[in-house]
């Protein structure tokens, strides 16, 4: 007898479980490590895995209850089959989320008093770092190496952590780790080493052209949306919201100043020492005090939330980088979700009015909702619940979530607002600025927004700065990363597009259509805009 989808599903899960300490969770098996297998040898085992589910799934007959799964399945697994073959996967540096920072971010969702925990992942550091290295190596053997920039970003990023003593830090201040000095110095060691090899080695193998090219950008901009777009029709749209919103600045700004100019707007909104906060504690605290009345506000009025999954813990700690980003709870609910805010070198102070749009992207009801709503619902198959992850998805909720927050009345005061603005043009930015360093664009004659020809890092850094005040060091990593993630800023406005679209064509109310919309599970954007035209009844108190 053929196999139905979940049970597809299910042997693809297991599958997994053999190779991927994530996956192995969801299964409710403690992992030897949480650092994962990075040689190349387990990228190929993955790969493989990934290639036989999809032929098992091809091979299926459909079902009238499968649907979503199957959708959500097949998506998946044809983007990762597509990375792996294209030579994505195997060569991937950049300044965010690539394997050498999940080696690293392990230790953040790790209780700092478990010694045996910290312990067995700072043992296994020096390994991982080695394993990825082979595969990058072999990866650039087979004509697959990532561009000089990013080697160089990378490199720095672990020098940063090695003088920043990351790795010893874990283990200072507290005598019940003091025997794991040790094991805490090598992966430092291990870190320092890496970063020898980028310049070293793979630096000189490295390509010089920072631009993906049309070829490689239709495989990965179709991996981080879930969706194949049309890449020219999406520059045009882009150009077009820079506009608006360059426009609806002005006019919040008019509420703020008597001018109505944008920068006498920012100016006077930075010198109120009332929207100043100071040092690192005070930080997390405002954090931490906003998103739980944001939660207190929107659960049980605007979206049903499991009990289980609202909590969300908020953190601050130093880095290069600059950003927010949010971690999910595991799949056991052992620790909750976390807002992470990666302050900029020497940076301890901040102005709320630009941050709360942010933390209204990375936790409620962003992010963190969406995740607390999915892990309450028990009726997905649990790959789809914990493992399903698609940028255009997740990133296109987060930031429709932004305006979404001014319409559920989170957004405070007008300065807030222009905080909205300015990060919907932060995202808007990285539209034109994505597309047109990859695929080589022209910047439209005549814009009024850019006065250029052709894109350079330079100028998409300049333009992010000037157009949505995005500070100078993180517009400059900002850009780092798109051409490391080449497609991937498309997510947050391309999928915050389609999310805007279906809720204007259904004829639901707004509380329905968000309860019947994200009942259906983390999708890619294709199959998400098919399932929108006739979702299934939210699944009201379904809790873990």
């Known amino acids: 007898m053929p196999a139905d989808v979940t049970r597809v599903a299910d042997d693809h899960l297991r599958d997994l479980a053999d190779i991927d300490p994530d996956a192995a969770q969801v299964l409710g098996r403690t992992p030897e490590t949480l650092i994962p297998d990075l040689s190349p040898e387990a990228f190929q085992r993955r790969h493989a895995v990934m290639a036989r589910t999809a032929s098992r799934l091809a091979a299926t007959p459909a079902g009238d209850g499968d649907r979503v799964l199957r959708a959500a399945l097949g998506e998946r697994l044809a983007s990762d089959v597509a990375l792996y073959e294209a030579g994505f996967t195997t060569a991937l540096l950049a300044p965010l989320a690539t394997p050498v920072h999940w080696v690293r971010r392990t230790f953040d969702d790790l209780p700092g008093d478990d010694s045996d925990a910290i312990g067995r992942e700072l043992a296994r550091v020096p390994a991982a770092l080695g394993e990825y ?55 430092a060691d291990a870190a320092a080493a890496f970063a020898a090899f980028l310049r070293d080695d793979l630096l000189p193998l490295a390509r010089t052209r920072d631009a993906a090219g049309r070829e490689l950008y239709e495989v990965t901009s179709a991996a981080f949306l879930g969706e194949r777009i049309d890449l020219d029709e999406t520059y045009a749209w882009g150009w077009s919201e820079l506009a608006a919103l360059t426009a609806r600045a002005r006019e919040v700004a008019a509420e703020i100043v008597p001018s109505g100019d944008v920068d006498d707007a920012v100016r006077a909104l930075d010198a109120d020492p009332a929207g100043v906060i100071d040092g690192v504690p005070a930080l997390e605290a405002w954090l931490q005090h906003r998103v739980d009345e944001t939660m207190a506000a929107v659960a049980g009025t605007h979206f049903d939330v499991p009990d289980r999954t609202r909590r969300v813990e908020c953190r601050v700690t130093p880095s290069a980088s600059g950003v927010m980003y949010y971690v999910p709870a595991d799949p056991g609910l052992t620790r909750p979700g976390r807002v992470w805010w990666t302050l900029p070198s020497g940076v301890t102070r901040a102005h709320v009015w630009r941050e709360a749009s942010t933390l209204h992207h990375e936790g409620v009801p962003g992010h963190h909702l969406q995740h607390a709503v999915t892990l309450g619902l028990t009726g997905l198959h649990p790959w789809q619940r914990s493992l399903c992850h698609v940028h255009g998805y997740a990133e296109g909720w987060a930031h429709y979530a932004e305006e979404l927050a001014d319409e559920l009345g989170l957004i405070r005061t007008p300065g807030e607002r222009l905080g909205l603005v300015f990060a919907q043009l932060w995202r808007a930015v990285r539209v034109v600025v994505d597309l047109g360093l990859h695929l080589d664009l022209p910047i439209p004659p005549g814009n009024g927004l850019v006065d250029a020809d052709r894109w350079t890092p330079e100028l998409g850094a300049a333009t992010l700065t000037r157009l949505a005040r995005v500070d100078p060091q993180t517009a400059a990593f900002e850009v780092d990363r798109y051409l490391g993630w080449p497609g991937q800023a498309l997510a947050f406005r391309v999928g915050a597009r389609l999310w805007r679209e279906a809720r204007a064509a259904s004829s639901l109310d707004t509380r329905d259509f968000h309860a019947a919309a994200l009942a259906l599970g983390p999708v890619g954007l294709g199959p998400l805009r098919t399932l929108l035209s006739s979702p299934p009844r939210p699944q009201a108190k379904d809790h873990v």
Do not use: K
Not at 134 to 160: I, K
């Open 133 to 187: 290295a082979a595969t990058l190596t072999t990866s650039a053997a087979r004509g697959h190496v990532a561009a000089r920039r990013q080697v160089l970003a990378v490199a720095a990023q672990c020098d940063g952590w090695v003088r920043d003593r990351f790795y010893p830090d874990l283990v200072t201040g507290d005598p019940a780790l003091a025997g794991l000095a040790g094991l805490a110095d090598a992966a």
